[in-house]
Nanobody, 128 residues
Framework: QVQLVESGGGLVQAGGSLRLSCVVSGRTFSSYNMGWFRQAPGKERNFVAFVNSSGGGTRYADSVEGRFTISRDNAKNTVYLQMNSLKPEDTAVYYC?????????????????????WGQGTQVTVSS
């Protein structure tokens, strides 16, 4: 079983920055693509960002393009989400998720069902 633990959430002012981290258990972190999703109260969980297993390929939701950066450090079994120019509409619980490489071609990277493992989430609140 793979375990994921997010951290770094908190309360920030609009225009501020925050960096989320997700530590993945085990020795096979490099065999997973990684994604970040977010869910606001009463709304569905939506795709935010994706990074492939090597870190060389990234994808972003239109709503965060140019403001958020996803990266990974395979030596530390950690994926990051650097969030800049935060807006109140970024307020949500943020989740990291792990995707076995074999599922990318069949499921893509935007769908919840394309990921097999999920963290517990970390709250990000952006005040206006």
């Amino acid at each position: 079983q793979v375990q994921l633990v997010e951290s770094g959430g908190g309360l920030v002012q609009a225009g501020g920055s925050l960096r989320l981290s997700c530590v993945v258990s085990g020795r096979t972190f490099s065999s997973y693509n990684m994604g970040w999703f977010r869910q606001a109260p009463g709304k569905e969980r939506n795709f935010v960002a994706f990074v492939n297993s090597s870190g060389g390929g990234t994808r972003y939701a239109d709503s965060v393009e140019g403001r958020f950066t996803i990266s990974r450090d395979n030596a530390k079994n950690t994926v990051y989400l650097q969030m800049n120019s935060l807006k109140p509409e970024d307020t949500a619980v943020y989740y990291c998720a792990a995707q076995p490489l074999v599922k990318l071609l069949s499921g893509g990277y935007r769908s919840l069902t394309a990921y097999d493992y999920w963290g517990q989430g970390t709250q990000v609140t952006v005040s206006s």
